[in-house]
């Protein structure tokens, strides 16, 4: 089974930035898509950035121009750069691939990485 690992979390101020990392224990290119979502109790989960197969990248409108997604094949890991961070974009971040064929689709889920931003 494939395996998904964040790391880079931590404790930073506003305006302040932080890498996040999720190396996969297999190929990358093997996902149609890999994925960061951010989660915090009492709210739904929800879709940060996307990387497509093809390298495309989408972002939820209240990160974009701050955040990027991108990855290095190579190392089998995507990284999502935060910058320009506010109080509440707080959250776990968590990693996600999936697979799909003409059956149903398969996810992948890493364990997250708690993100503070605080003064």
């Known amino acids: 089974q494939v395996q998904l690992v964040e790391s880079g979390g931590g404790l930073v101020q506003p305006g302040g930035s932080l890498r996040l990392s999720c190396a996969a224990s297999?190929?990358?290119?093997?996902?149609?898509?890999m994925a960061w979502y951010r989660q915090v109790p009492g709210k739904g989960r929800e879709l940060v950035a996307t990387?497509?197969?093809?390298?495309?990248?989408i972002y939820e409108d209240s990160v974009k121009g701050r955040f990027t997604i991108s990855r290095d094949n190579a190392k089998n890991t995507v990284y999502l750069q935060m910058n320009s961070l506010k109080p509440e974009d707080t959250a776990v971040y968590t990693c996600n691939g999936y697979q799909k064929g003409w059956g149903p689709r398969t996810d992948y889920w890493g364990q997250g990485t708690q993100v503070t931003v605080s003064s």
């Open positions: 297999g190929n990358i290119l093997s996902f149609n898509a």
């Open positions: 990387i497509t197969g093809d390298g495309s990248t």
